[in-house]
């Protein structure tokens, strides 16, 4: 009986550590999550609309940036694509400042490519 409550004591616990090192595992490999483009939670100022504009347009242009070097076996590299270097895709004057505008389209361009690059 006690060899019995040794061993189911030793599996209980061996279990229980299997879980709490699951439970604790960074969120890479299988468990993979997207980044989306409000990733980082930025916030330099401007209104919402022009951070919403910038922030999806640039997170789409960079999911597709990334998609198309992953695809082609070219080297990652998001600040050598023309979209995020003029980061000027989709603004429009109504919206606001122009350089606040690109440094919300770079952040969504990158986060994006991160993601279209990782199969997202």
Known sequence: MRG????????????????????????????????GPNSGRHNWGGSA???????NTGYEAGVAAGR?????????????ESDY???????????GDKRLYQRYFRAGFENGYRDGWDGH
């Open 49 to 55: 609309p022009l951070r919403e504009t910038a922030l």
């Open 85 to 95: 270097k003029s980061a000027s895709k989709g603004y429009n004057s109504r919206l």
């Open 68 to 80: 198309s070097d992953r695809s082609r076996n070219e080297r990652f590299d998001f600040a050598g």
């Open 4 to 35: 019995n409550r040794k061993r189911w004591l030793k599996i209980a616990s061996a279990v229980l550590m299997v879980a709490l090192v699951l439970a604790a595992a960074p969120a890479n490999g299988f468990m993979q999550n997207k980044r």
